[in-house]
């Protein structure tokens, strides 16, 4: 009894989870429209997910070719739990971007260098119709598109996409650290810490090398780090409870 009390729980903070995220994604794109215009916030939808595909990718991956040994070995913390839990493994770790986050990140990247300049004229041509704002200059699309100019540009993407995909792994990691540190079991919904870690870790990650070479590697303006952090919850959130009450799930998480 105790335990379906538990789990209705859950399904009612999960789904005021997905209606709150979703109207946190209608509030920014009516901010974003009026303050500057609807073409500018089509632009930070579509930079944040060529930004963040690697890490979604790999996410997914670590569940598809994970499994066999967990990476603490069945070992405990200082404070009586698992360190990790038996769903986190090397094969998971290491595999899921390496397997798929990475190599589909790179072919989509190819895609886009070799169709580039329909890309370029696509948006110059709305850029002259006085559509955008704020992302007028054809520098932030060659960016998150192709990386910048080709090779060097190309190259860094490359890196950003392995940054990425690994800064996911090792957030997901982290975050299913602190879960058992809260004493919620693999599996157990997370709602902020299941969402966030890995996107966080891989904004984090590929932020780095833009410290160092400003030239190559930009950090994520601060429309799109909004954008960022309300857009990856919501996917999950929004797309486990259709999920659920399409019957496609047995729980909306």
């Known amino acids: 009894m105790e335990e ?121 041509s709305y850029a002259e119709e006085g559509l955008f704002v704020i992302y007028e200059d054809i520098s932030s699309y060659k960016y998150y598109f192709i990386g910048g100019s080709f090779p060097a540009g190309f190259v860094s993407l490359i890196v950003r996409i392995v940054l990425c995909a690994y800064g996911a792994a090792i957030g997901d990691l982290i975050g299913s650290f602190l879960k058992r540190r809260f004493n919620l079991e693999s599996g157990a919904p997370a709602p902020v810490i299941d969402q966030l870690d890995f996107a966080l870790f891989a904004i984090l990650l590929t932020s780095i090398p833009a410290l160092f070479m400003p030239e190559l590697f930009w950090i994520p303006d601060i429309n799109i780090l909004i954008f960022l952090l309300i857009l990856t919850p919501s996917v999950s959130v929004i797309a486990n409870t259709v999920a659920f009450i399409l019957g496609l799930k047995d729980v909306p998480w």
């Open 4 to 124: 379906n009390n538990i789990e209705e729980r859950h399904k009612k903070i999960t789904f005021g989870l997905a209606i709150f995220f979703a109207c946190l994604l209608f509030l920014d794109f009516l901010i974003i429209s009026l303050v500057y215009s609807y073409s500018d916030w089509i632009a930070i939808l579509i930079f944040s997910l060529l930004f963040i595909f690697p890490a979604y990718i790999s996410n997914a991956g670590m569940v598809l070719v994970g499994g066999g040994k967990p990476i603490d070995k069945g070992k405990y913390f200082r404070d009586g739990r698992r360190i990790f839990g038996d769903h986190k493994t090397w094969n998971g770790l290491i595999k899921g971007p390496l397997f798929l986050g990475i190599p589909i990140s790179i072919i989509v990247a190819f895609i886009f260098l070799i169709f580039w300049s329909s890309i370029a004229d696509y948006q110059r």
